[in-house]
């Protein structure tokens, strides 16, 4: 008997399916013309808020910090926690404080604050405290409660605090106070105004660059594509190819951004459990099952065969699913009777992933990292004028158009 948490997740896989154009019959065909109807309303909502923000009716905090905020103007999939992680290791690695700041999508809520005192030695109040996930030294929560993305980074990057509140002033706040950070980059943050930016850095995904062209609910476009024109920056990421066409495109909407294509390559594989590294020329015409809870999971599993994999088995899961040990008890039982070599997930599962009751077939997961294909320049200029000296509302780190919002 399937659980409430069961059905809703399939409603989530029946309502992507939809929107994709993977689920058929009158029932899917008639809830595209629903969620058609209600994208235009949800455009006008849009367009509506940013006026509201453009025009000073709705008011932004400013901290006087640079604050950097990494989004994209789709739902999902565009590799946007592999560029978190570079610029942030590109800023401490050129000696400013970074704190990430994060939602913490899906994360759950502590059972009770975390306890911090300040410097004077006062305790902070609950109400004041968003959830640390990290002080750049120690790591103090895991994915549960600080989110899927927030634990990557945080495990991922010494040196770097990651802090999770829906509030991102709170959290930009706390870490100034707190953590000693000297510059904010704000996680999935495109769409967050209530805290002003300083610069937009924009992902775009090469190979579904608007996404199905619809805006939500009908598609995966969280803005119009003409909100491009608030981007500083605008990475195109996943490439693989010439992006001419694309770039062409993306002028129409933003005259002077810099443009910088990357691709999220496949670095090593990693065990789940033991941490043990192997090359990726190991993949190579092995016999592997693939588990995933990703908005995509066609592009993870076609780079695992891309890497010269066999994909014979493949379970995916609704985005974000928290596995349980059934779960993976089942698919490992699954792949024993089928004779796979390896069982391969992704870096961001890989958090969530509980050890099976028997490990009979090894676990991994794809390490993948950003690197730069072109434009180069553009980003290590970026960094430059990031992490100099000078007013922290710096004129220069803005987009230079007349409508910043």
Known sequence: MHSMKEHIEELERWGADVIFGRAKGIRATLMRFFMLALSGAFRVLVQFR????????????????????????TVGGTGKTPVV??????????????????????SKRLDQPQRWTDSTGKVIPGAQMPKVVSTGRSLLLDSKFAGDEPFMLAKNLDGVSVVVDRDRVKCGKFAIQNLDADILVLDDGMQYLDLAHSLDVVLIDAGSPFGTEALLPRGTLREPPKNLRRAGY?????????NEKLIGRIRRYNKTAEIIECRHGPIHLENVFTRERQPLECLKDKWVGAISAIAVP?????SLEKLGAKVEIRHHFADHHRFTTRDVDRFMHRCVERDMELILTTEKDAVRFPRPTSVDVPVYFLRIEVEILNNQAAWDDLIVRLCEPGNPEDALLRHQHAHAC
Not at 59 to 65: E, F, R, S
Not at 298 to 302: G, M, T
Request: no cysteine; charged share 25%; aromatic share 8%.
């Open 234 to 242: 605008i990475l195109i990421t996943k490439s693989s190819g010439s």
């Open 85 to 106: 992680e570079l610029l942030a290791r590109s800023l401490r690695n050129n000696g400013r404080k970074v704190a990430i700041l994060s939602r913490g999508y899906k």
């Open 50 to 73: 940013l006026w509201r923000y453009r025009e000073g009716w709705k008011p932004q905090a400013h901290l006087g910090m640079r604050t950097v905020a990494v989004g994209n103007i």
């Open 298 to 302: 066609e592009a993870f599993e076609s």
